[in-house]
């Protein structure tokens, strides 16, 4: 196979694609017979790597149902200015990468902000739109972007990927590709071949083998231990229960209150939320069992809730919404929720979503996040590469000086 000719295309809509050739590429399942050392392939930072199902490296943000229930619902489409273009490499006509991407005419809906780029190339004659987005829609969260059968030569289709993104911006007009919330390795490799790197920071929450929640709350510092505590009684303080959905658990008459909530907090936060009511009703058919709901109810309604995404080993908390506001009652919902999920499920990680330092508290620490840019402009690639270069290394020192000053305890007992 390795000798045969790798050819390109892109496709308008995931639905042009089978679901069985796109998701033996975004969560393949490795050849043994192909690899020495299983552990290293499953790792997080291997190029194109994951697995099927509920093995090592599964990702639902790379699923080909997560992708359809984006388009079919009208949420990730032209109309919105996210049109899809995904790339595709094929050995022997079958299909063995895929690159998600679409051409978009705006910035929304990404979490890693060029509009600085796209307002000064545009003052000095430029054209920014259309670009390509090579990211899973309006999904803060690390995942594999260059999506690549577990039975090929990774590194030969991961080349071809690149250079057919390229090929694809001249093919479309875009000034570039930007591949988003990409993993360390997948950023690296495609900052070898001819991409800027640029580097981000989340707040994640790492299991260390607790087995409860007061195991957690025993590897902090006293304040914050305490700090927590309080927060969990005072956010049920007014007879609030809550209550864990997934699966078929999972009702439309849920999917209807999550989504007021939804729309309530996205009205007030980005003016126009992103995802129809559809997409949720989609999900819920075609991957409920990948999804937990955490709501709280009060006085026998729904009053809040927060969506998360469950992979393999990782946690995805993605929105929140609320019609009733309660202290600290978004923390218990959106964080500690999460954790004690993650600790029952045995998780090694829960991401928390795009920014907030208010997180770090709450004992999610700094993570750097890694994209990949291709500036179609000389012009343009030498600015950006230069101001990069300063960002990538003020991201360092302030991840540094945040996990200095988190709430776990040091190496004096403060207990």
């Given at each position: 196979m390795a000798s045969s000719e790798i050819t390109l295309e892109?496709?308008?809509?995931?639905?042009?694609?089978?679901?069985?050739?796109?998701?033996?590429?975004?969560?393949?399942?490795?050849?043994?017979?192909?690899?020495e050392n299983l552990d290293t392939l499953a790792s997080p930072g291997a190029l194109g790597c994951s697995s099927a199902d509920s093995k090592p490296g599964y990702n639902p943000f790379v699923s080909h149902a997560f992708f359809a229930a984006a388009e079919a619902s009208g949420s990730a489409c032209a109309r919105t200015g996210w049109g899809p273009r995904h790339l595709l490499a094929r050995l022997d006509g079958a299909i063995v990468g895929v690159v998600p991407c679409y051409l978009k005419s705006h910035s929304q809906g990404e979490y890693v902000f060029d509009r600085g780029w796209a307002d000064?190339?545009?003052?000095?004659?430029?054209?920014?739109?259309?670009?390509?987005q090579a990211s899973v829609p309006f999904t803060p969260a690390t995942g594999p972007r260059l999506l690549i059968r577990g039975d090929v030569d990774r590194e030969r289709i991961g080349t071809a990927l690149a250079s057919g993104l390229m090929a694809l911006c001249n093919a479309t007009n875009a000034s570039s590709v930007h591949v988003t919330f990409a993993p360390e390795a997948e950023a690296k490799f495609l900052g070898e071949h001819g991409f800027l790197r640029r580097h981000d920071q989340q707040f994640h929450w790492r299991n260390e083998g607790y087995k409860t929640f007061d195991d957690f709350l025993g590897s902090l510092n006293s304040r914050h231990r305490k700090a927590i505590k309080r927060e969990r009684r005072e956010a049920l303080a007014s007879d609030i229960t809550i209550h864990r959905l997934t699966g078929a658990d999972i009702t439309e008459d849920a999917w209807d209150a999550f989504f007021e909530f939804y729309?309530?907090?996205?009205?007030?936060?980005?003016?126009?939320?992103?995802?129809?009511?559809?997409?949720?009703?989609?999900i819920g058919e075609s991957m409920s069992r990948d999804v937990l709901l955490v709501m709280a109810k009060r006085n026998g309604r729904w009053i809040a809730g927060a969506i998360n995404f469950i992979g393999s080993d990782t946690l995805f908390g993605r929105n929140w919404g609320a019609v009733e506001h309660h202290p600290f009652l978004h923390f218990e919902v959106?964080?500690?929720?999460?954790?004690?999920?993650?600790i029952e499920?045995?998780?090694?990680?829960?991401?928390a979503g795009a920014q907030g330092e208010h997180k770090l508290a709450r004992g999610y620490l700094p993570q750097t996040t890694y994209s990949a840019h291709y500036i179609a402009d000389p012009g343009l690639r030498r600015a950006i590469a230069d101001y990069l270069k300063r960002e990538r290394a003020y991201v360092a020192e302030v991840g540094r000086e945040l996990s200095e000053a988190g709430p776990f305890r040091k190496a004096v007992d403060e207990a």
């Open positions: 892109a496709v308008p809509a995931v639905s042009d694609i089978k679901a069985a050739d796109w998701d033996a590429c975004a969560n393949p399942r490795p050849d043994p017979d192909r690899i000064a190339y545009e003052r000095a004659g430029g054209r920014y739109y259309p670009k390509l729309m309530e907090t996205g009205s007030r936060k980005w003016g126009r939320p992103y995802l129809t009511r559809n997409f949720f009703s989609l959106c964080y500690y929720q999460a954790i004690e999920f993650a499920r045995g998780l090694k990680t829960v991401e």
